[in-house]
T-cell receptor
Framework: GAVVSQHPSWVICKSGTSVKIECRSL??????MFWYRQFPKQSLMLMAT?????????EQGVEKDKFLINHASLTLSTLTVTSAHPEDSSFYIC???????????FGDGTRLSIL | DQQVKQNSPSLSVQEGRISILNCDYT??????FLWYKKYPAEGPTFLIS?????DKNEDGRFTVFLNKSAKHLSLHIVPSQPGDSAVYFC??????????????FGQGTILTVHP
């Protein structure tokens, strides 16, 4: 079945650092991928829709200048948390699929801890 | 504003018995509902879904029931097996049958099946 690979799985870094998270589709091409975030004891919340070759679409309340999304190829979307602060510590996870009208497949997520 | 709610944080069931996981939603525009299963350190994996035009969908041991008037859905697992122990997320989409990537998730229910 469709596989989504996410890297890294765990990041610990100092406040002010920018962190890049990669999301790759291994056996399909994805014109669209999705980025979610989950804070402790809360649901997965959609942050943005990543569109290959064009700008990402951000959900209300998500700062596009802080969470930079790049989808330069049909198999790779990246999320960069710029100048990360402790309040950005969260679980970030991406999803994608070969067909938009079918359930998407999730990566294994990235646990980000900002000290 | 939690549009999808799973009010039971956890559920414990004996092996062989039925597991019933519940989910309530408030947005009447949701037209497609999904259940995802998540093991520790892994991303959610798609389990079963139901369109709003149906009230039941069955796949092996898993059955999802939808009560639109009550804005309620449930996942039945029978018979339950120890390998079913995981976190179960309810999710909803208002994609009109064309986009299942933009999902609204519940908080999840931890299912433990005892041998």
């Amino acid at each position: 079945g469709a596989v989504v690979s996410q890297h890294p799985s765990w990041v610990i870094c100092k406040s002010g650092t920018s962190v890049k998270i990669e999301c790759r589709s291994l056996d399909f091409q994805a014109t669209t991928m999705f980025w979610y975030r989950q804070f402790p004891k809360q649901s997965l919340m959609l942050m943005a829709t990543s569109n290959e070759g064009s700008k990402a679409t951000y959900e209300q309340g998500v700062e596009k200048d802080k969470f930079l999304i790049n989808h330069a190829s049909l198999t790779l979307s990246t999320l960069t948390v710029t100048s990360a602060h402790p309040e950005d510590s969260s679980f970030y996870i991406c999803s994608g699929g070969p067909y938009s009208n079918q359930p998407q497949h999730f990566g294994d997520g990235t646990r980000l801890s900002i000290l | 504003d939690q549009q999808v709610k799973q009010n039971s944080p956890s559920l414990s069931v004996q092996e062989g018995r039925i597991s019933i996981l519940n989910c309530d939603y408030t947005n009447s525009m949701f037209d497609y509902f999904l259940w995802y299963k998540k093991y520790p350190a892994e991303g959610p994996t798609f389990l079963i879904s139901i369109s709003s035009i149906k009230d039941k969908n069955e796949d092996g041991r898993f059955t999802v029931f939808l009560n639109k008037s009550a804005k309620h859905l449930s996942l039945h697992i029978v018979p339950s097996q120890p390998g079913d122990s995981a976190v179960y997320f309810c999710a909803a989409s208002e994609g009109g049958g064309t986009s299942y990537g933009k999902l609204t998730f519940g908080q999840g229910t931890i299912l433990t099946v005892h041998p």
